[in-house]
């Protein structure tokens, strides 16, 4: 590993407001955004143990896909190039030109960039597509979108180490449901995650699938919210952006509205609905990072 790759430690700070003392909330987030200035969030324990497996089979290069804002492609760029690794980018859809801020940082990382058409990029988890990324691009450490395979899913497990057994719930963001599945195989208290893609359910059965898949139990009761996606992945509203704006003028912690941005808009209206939570309700937040995609908004 890179000698010059450090982490910083993760603090839990606590939200103070008259609206969550009124409505009788303690409100803490864990600060995964504050972990590392490039592989920030949840993205580092998806890499971690895929780090590790790469480097036992003897693998010097990883293979990742994600769109053209991924914070998933844009954390392993970094980790390649801390840990030795080359880096290639499966993109959805054509490269921009100029390149935007997203991947560029990733080109500057070491990232080889490959455009893929989105009919394509569907058929991206077929054995037979799988089979001709091999033959193109050789004996490569394949990572699937989002980190969302066995390594990446216990990796994210770890989290729940990361903050004391004192909340009565923790609340995730999820995408691709493999940071709510790692957590839900550990954690000792009750997790909510907020989808932030539309999809009635599907949240729920990924989470299930993966954690069937892995050979995974919950060792705490979980649940999704699937209200407040805001009309889709990455689709953000007005009310959503003064949300944010003033949640970071108030409290000083930055948001991005595609994942723990909709989290925390979310929860709020939750806690407004009259007796939704108890009284003197204690609730954890993961701050998942991926601020690096605010330039994109």
Known sequence: MSKDFTLAEIPVQHIHDKFLAKSGIRLSILRLDLIHPEISGNKWFKLKQNLELARDEGRDTLLSFGGPWSNHLHSMAYAGQYFDFSTIGIVRGELPSPLNACLQDASNAGME????????????????????????????????????????????????????????LVCVACGTGATLAGMASASKIPLLGFQVLKGKGYLKNQVNTLMHQYQLSATCQWDVCDAYHGGGYAKVTDDLMRFLTEFERQHGVPLEPVYSGKMLFGLFNLIRKRDFF????????????????????
């Open 113 to 168: 960039l490959h455009a893929m058409t989105r009919a394509d990029y569907k058929e991206k988890e077929k054995p037979e597509f799988l089979e001709r990324i091999n033959k193109q691009f050789g004996n490569v450490y394949l990572i699937p979108e989002g980190g969302a395979n066995r390594a990446g899913v216990q990796g994210c497990a770890e989290i729940t180490s990361l903050y004391p057994p004192t909340f009565d």
């Open 278 to 297: 108890p009284q003197n309700y204690s609730i954890l937040v993961i701050h998942g990072g991926g601020l690096q995609g605010n330039r994109g908004i």
